[in-house]
């Protein structure tokens, strides 16, 4: 059974400023570029927008880009994001209500749903979400879960959380990405009546429908720089629970805030969860290689993102 369509279309990308270093380390100043996926969820009505709370760190000026269904390949004008939200202390999570940003064009950004997954476990095969950069539309991939519930992992930033590690092609800026699992059930549209209700194309038991079932998001992936520079790609994808994302969107704050919206409050003037607060991690940093075929052939590697084969690497 296939994916819906409209699924691929909660996945947004997260722009902001992107540092540029050379090889020695001097500042060149900054770009605006990619960095981070986001997703968009449905709570009791009311839309959000999620992504890794890392993602956001000392970035000013954070704007979102959401795909254009109608125009494969294209992106909606990007709108600036403001009100994220940190909501649970030391988690790698942050939120934003869909109806405090100001799109310039009407969009209507599907959401998943609070589906969320109560257990999950080793070989289950996953789903997840993102921009593809070289073609600018969403993009489905696909993992293996190779542990759950893991604690005691050193995460980047200083965050502590329980996650879910997966095997999966997992490079930079796939941070804030959806995952779930697929399931089908059946669904019987009338009540069973054995010859009268069974037809070919339904069968005994119904229609076939698939359920969507969020199983956490992307925060990071696992990887070792080591001290010549190289880095070695272990391929695994850390994941917060959606147990975690759960607590944060139906905390009491949360949902006296969409009680709120309903009784026909302002998202950008109700006083919400509290913001987001600074953790004192650095901005992203992009290096700027001297030679300009290898930064160029590096550039090419990392919008397709295919590493280099063993051997190529002058630096070996």
């Not at 940190?86 to 209500?97: G, K, M, Q, S």
């Amino acid at each position: 059974m296939g994916i819906n369509p409209d699924l691929f279309y909660c996945a947004v990308r997260i722009v902001g400023d992107v540092e540029l270093v050379d090889g020695d380390g001097t500042k060149l100043g900054t770009t605006r570029g990619v960095i981070g996926t986001g997703f968009c969820m449905d709570a009791d009505g009311h839309k959000y927008l999620l992504t890794a709370d890392h993602v956001l760190e000392e970035q000013t000026n954070v704007e979102v880009e959401l795909p254009d269904p109608g125009n494969p390949g294209s992106m909606y004008p990007a709108a600036v994001a403001t009100d994220w939200r940190r909501p649970l202390d030391e988690v790698d999570l942050a939120i934003c209500p869909l109806n405090s940003i100001d799109f310039v064009a009407p969009v209507a950004v599907p959401g998943l749903e609070m589906a969320m997954l109560s257990k999950l476990g080793p070989g289950d095969t996953l789903h997840y979400i993102g921009i593809l950069d070289p073609l600018d539309r969403p993009m489905l991939r696909g993992g293996t879960v190779g542990a759950v519930d893991q604690e005691g992992i050193d995460h980047a930033g200083g965050y502590v959380y329980p996650a879910h590690l997966v095997d999966c092609r997992s490079y930079e800026g796939f941070s804030g990405s959806p995952c779930f699992l697929v399931s089908e059930f059946s669904r019987i549209d009338e009540p069973f009546k054995f010859p009268e209700a069974f037809r070919p194309d339904v069968g005994v038991f119904g229609d076939t429908m698939p359920l969507y079932a969020l199983a956490g998001m992307f925060t990071e992936h696992l990887d070792d720089e080591r001290p010549d520079g190289r880095v070695s790609r272990y391929g695994v994808g850390i994941m917060i629970r959606s147990q975690e994302i759960g607590e944060a969107l139906m905390s009491e704050d949360f949902q006296r805030e969409r009680a709120d919206w309903d009784r026909g409050g302002d998202a950008a003037t109700t006083q919400g969860p509290r913001p987001r607060s600074a953790r004192n991690r650095k901005r992203v940093v992009r290096k700027v290689e001297p030679n300009e075929y290898e930064n160029f052939e590096n550039l090419a590697r990392e919008l397709v993102q295919t590493p280099k084969p063993a051997g190529e690497d002058p630096k070996e």
